[in-house]
């Protein structure tokens, strides 16, 4: 995770939009292969699974671990980390809950706070890491730790409920494509996760703040000496990840009805290999959020297929890790030969 | 510097304090509780439960958890700390009672009871077992199921965990009833959730899909149970469901004909009988070794019967 390490020798090239695109596209169509093998695989294995009720709980399962591999991925690109994405979701959770069934305020007001009250956290977090130079890792572990009995704290560690909200549950569990086109009932939590991989593809291939997220994961002193203020845009990032985690709050309370409190811990390490597997350096740098998002379908995937064929629980879990290995030790052959 | 007036004087407060320390204990006993969570509506119901017998027979009571049930480690750390502190007895509901059996006979060595909650403990050491047995409870749900589907057919389970005392017995009972009983009834699937709400939704979710004539799932605890119910309702098969424990989500969906029905322990009135338990064993008094504080079946029609709202919580 550090930036400055041996990276220092390509930072020209990979600061050219053009290289980094074309290793970008190279590294997403090796992980979208892998994508289409899987779909195609649990299909011939079983009827049950490519039928248009499974895809849509597929991509359902992916709109919370998306949104939040999506926040990860900005973090990640700096060459940071964010290991409180998971518990600053529920956070939120609550904060909406708070404004929403306690306050009895209306609904944007409550999606407002949620999404404001990420990028403060986000915000201090990145404080904590540019500012105050506190390691990325140390920095979120703690801010993990503390939002967690924050929540607990707030609610009395009791879920706060969203029964007085009409509509509520209708932002991930609607579906507007559904509406326009009966046949394709798009849960709106994907319409959402698709909506803010959008914007966050956007904002880092198309602006300033992209520009240098990459940079800052290439090689942060080559950028803070031309003048730059790196801890700025650092704490920008960050910020903006915050707000994303606000998002995916809003998206698992609205599932749920109601903002649970306990939940959260370990959604960031399933968020971080959603990350890993779509092709994005956990050195900062390199990566692109269409892989991530490649990289959450094929978790969401690769759950769903082995439980349909009824792969034993235990197992599972063991041919995830294996499948998270294999993906980065792929990404890292082709590199090499490149 | 250090005078003998002062040793003098430092050892008389010390006797002075140790005298009304003494007192102090018979007048106000410390009992420490141990939990397997802390942050799950049940333990809190639990922990009402405690604080309630606290009140009435005028000891202190402290009441603790790890975060999930998985973290053996952190609640031995606890106990340790609780037996530490030298309290009159100490509540303690194993996680892995394998592991804190060490621990158990420190307690045993210094004289502190220990009585066993939730679930019991491998070993005689504890005075007193307060709990559910989860086991009968689960056959309860297993024999509400079979009749509800009409004695045949595919049938899943979502249970929070493989590894804790109560996720193995909810899961066994189950599975042995209807094995034992019910020819005609398969079980095709049994996925672990841990009690994540999310999780368990997805699971069922999926668990329609592979299986589409399932005729009934058990959620086997309050998370799986509302996770089971959501990905049922998302997935718009009908399905016999059968839960565990209350809370509001799964009252609603009690009520609303989402399921059909649920077990319910008593945990107020365990976390109660636990501490009336340690209080009379730290005064010497004989107790029952077992204390079953039972567990009913409970749906749309006996949900708002006095006998059942007393053991639910939201």
């Known amino acids: 995770m550090n930036a400055t390490t041996d990276k220092t020798a390509s930072t020209a090239s990979q600061l050219s939009s053009g290289a980094r695109l074309a290793g970008g596209a190279q590294q997403k169509l090796l992980a979208f292969a892998s994508l289409i093998a899987l779909v195609i695989g649990f299909s011939l294995a079983s009827p049950n699974f ?6 849509m709980a597929i991509l359902q399962a992916t709109s919370v671990n998306g949104v939040l591999a999506v926040a990860a991925t900005a973090v990640i690109l700096t060459g940071g980390i964010d290991l409180s994405i998971g518990t600053l979701m529920t956070f939120c959770a609550v904060v909406a809950g708070v404004v929403l069934t306690w306050g009895g305020l209306p609904l944007p007001l409550g999606l407002l706070a949620a999404i404001g009250a990420g990028a403060l956290v986000g915000l201090a977090s990145g404080t904590f890491v540019a500012r105050m130079k506190i390691p990325p890792f140390i920095a979120t572990l703690g801010m993990m730790l503390v939002l967690k009995g924050l929540s607990l704290i707030i609610t009395g560690a009791k879920p706060i409920y969203f029964n007085d909200t009409p509509g509520y549950t209708e932002i991930s569990q609607g579906s507007l494509i559904g509406l326009v086109i009966p046949a394709l009932p798009v849960p709106n939590g994907v319409l959402v996760l698709f909506l803010v991989a959008l914007a966050m593809a956007f904002v880092l291939s198309r602006t300033v703040l992209g520009r240098y997220t990459y940079a800052l994961g290439s090689n942060e002193e080559a950028v803070r000496l031309s003048g730059v203020n790196t801890n700025a845009w650092k704490m920008a990032v960050y910020a903006l990840a915050g707000g994303i985690c606000g998002i995916a709050g ?30 994005t350096s956990l050195a900062g740098g390199r990566g692109t959020v269409l892989g991530t998002l490649i990289g959450a379908l094929i978790m969401s995937v690769l759950t769903n297929g ?23 030790y792929a990404d890292q052959l082709r590199r090499q030969r490149g | 510097m250090i005078t003998r007036r002062m040793i003098l004087g430092t050892l008389s407060a010390a006797a002075l304090l140790a005298s009304t320390g003494f007192s102090l204990a018979q007048d106000k006993m410390y009992i420490p509780l141990v939990s397997k969570g802390f942050q799950h509506q049940f333990w809190q119901a639990v922990k009402a439960g405690a604080d309630k017998a606290a009140a009435e027979f005028g000891v202190e009571v402290t009441f603790e958890g790890p975060d999930n049930e998985t973290m053996v480690d952190r609640q031995i ?74 004695d045949e057919g595919e049938v899943a389970l979502v249970v929070h965990d493989q590894t804790s005392r109560t996720g193995v017995d909810r899961r066994d009972g189950f599975v042995e009833w209807i094995a034992a009983n019910k020819p005609k009834i398969q079980i095709v699937a049994i996925e672990y959730g841990g009690g994540d709400h999310l999780k368990s939704t997805e699971i069922t979710k999926t668990l329609l899909q592979a299986h589409p004539n399932l005729k009934g799932i058990f959620g086997s605890n309050e998370g799986s149970a509302i996770g089971v119910a959501n990905g049922a309702r998302e997935s718009g098969k009908k399905v016999v469901i059968i839960g565990y424990d209350s809370g509001a989500a799964q009252k609603q969906a009690i009520r609303d004909g989402l399921m059909a029905g649920a077990i319910t322990q008593n945990p107020v009135g365990i976390g109660y009988e636990t501490v009336k338990a340690a209080v009379m064993a730290a005064k010497g008094e004989p107790i029952v070794p077992t204390i079953d504080t039972g567990f009913y ?14 053991v639910l919580y939201d």
């Open chain 2, 297 to 310: 079946f409970y749906d749309k029609s006996n949900i708002d019967s006095p006998e059942i709202a007393a």
């Open chain 2, 77 to 150: 750390d606890m106990l340790s700390a609780a037996l530490a502190k030298k309290p009159a007895a100490i509540g303690f509901a194993a996680l892995d009672s394998q592991a804190a059996i060490p621990l158990l006979k420190q307690a045993e060595a210094a004289k502190i009871p220990v009585i066993a909650f939730d679930s019991g403990v491998d070993s005689d050491i504890p005075a007193a077992t307060a709990a559910t047995d989860n086991k009968a409870a689960a056959a309860l749900a297993a024999e509400k199921m079979a009749a509800l589907i009409g």
């Open chain 1, 50 to 55: 490519f039928q248009v009720s499974n895809i």
């Open chain 1, 306 to 328: 082995l439980r349909i064929l009824s792969v034993a629980p235990e197992w599972q879990t063991v041919v995830t890790g294996a499948i998270i290995i294999l993906a980065v």
């Open chain 1, 250 to 279: 809003i998206l698992i309370s609205s599932r749920l009805n109601s903002a649970q409190p306990a939940l959260g811990l370990g959604y960031e390490l399933d968020a971080i290999a959603a990350v890993v597997i779509g092709g």
